[in-house]
């Protein structure tokens, strides 16, 4: 099964001042991303706000981001739902319409607090897209699972044939790298924390991987990896520590999902509101926001539209 070599985006959910889904600017944030060596797209997750949408809203954003994305541009479709067979009929439309392959994070109700529960999840949402591959998507802080991510592997390997990996999302760097070493990496470990890229690649990871801050600082965090590979420490270095000051600048303002949205109108890609129950930045803070991110110099390195 292919590997994911290179930063996929969790890309936000446009939505009209009323709430409503906007579909109109995803050809431009597709072509934002790539501008800026994005390989793909993760969409409908959390960044995406995707427990806030109707399976319908879900799958029309699928369609729009499959029609829009170039053949070489990855689209995975996050299906994860509290309903399986929700989850399964929505993996079921992702192959159908040619995604690249789907992914599903542990519901956040109910909580699993077995592997093996946790393997049935997975198994049962997987087989809606059996010719996709599939990849968990491991961020306990939101669904408070913090089942070890080694026993997931060792427990579908041979019982779910198109397990892909695990989209890592936690900052066990100890573990995240034991998964990676699983039977001679035989497993896809997409990097998910943004802030420790370059860890992870000094143990030999992150060569893929799924990021939010990618959306508006991706050409920093693809330039991490590009200046790893060219054996620049120095530059690799000096561009964690950027994406870090970023990341600072974000949870001051109800981190990515809100924050970094809002950052989307200030580089010039306006993607609405957030949904409820999320708290909406203010005008006023908005103004701090640009603020602070011009203290750092982000608008001098931030994504930038194709000329």
Request: aromatic residues 12%; neutral net charge.
């Amino acid at each position: 099964m292919e590997k994911i070599k290179g930063l996929i985006n969790a890309p936000f959910t446009p939505f009209y001042s009323n709430g409503e889904v906007n579909y109109q600017p995803i050809e431009k944030y597709i072509k934002l991303l790539i501008n800026n060596g994005l390989k793909g797209v993760f969409i409908n997750g959390s960044s995406g706000e995707g427990y806030m949408l109707t399976d319908e809203e879900r799958m029309r954003l699928a369609e729009k981001w499959v029609e829009y994305s170039p053949k070489d541009f990855k689209v995975i479709v996050h299906v994860g739902s509290t309903c399986v067979k929700s989850s399964q009929v929505l993996a079921q439309h992702a192959q159908q319409i040619g995604a690249f392959g789907i992914g599903a994070m542990a519901s956040p109700f109910p909580k699993v607090g077995r592997i093996e529960e946790l393997v049935k999840y997975c198994e049962e949402i997987a087989s809606g897209a059996p010719s996709l591959p599939f990849y968990f998507y491991h961020i306990p802080a939101f669904n408070g699972v913090y089942l070890s991510m080694l026993a997931l592997l060792q427990a579908v390997d041979g019982r779910i044939d198109n397990f892909a990996g695990i989209k890592y999302t936690y900052q066990s760097l100890y573990e995240y790298n034991q998964c990676r070493l699983y039977k001679n990496g035989k497993y896809d470990m997409l990097h998910g924390q943004d802030e420790t890229i370059l860890p992870c690649l000094a143990m030999g990871g992150a060569q893929g991987g799924i990021g939010g801050t990618t959306n508006y600082n991706g050409r920093n965090l693809v330039g991490i990896i590009q200046a790893w590979e060219k054996g620049d420490l120095e530059k690799a270095r000096e561009l964690q520590n950027f994406s870090q000051e970023v990341i600072n600048v974000i949870v001051k303002y109800r981190g990515n999902i809100v924050g970094g949205k809002r950052i989307m109108k200030l580089i010039g890609l306006d993607l609405g509101p957030n949904r409820t129950p999320f708290q909406n930045i203010t005008d006023q803070e908005e103004q701090q926001l640009k603020k602070d991110l011009e203290a750092i110099n982000f608008f001098e390195r931030c994504n930038k539209f194709p000329q």
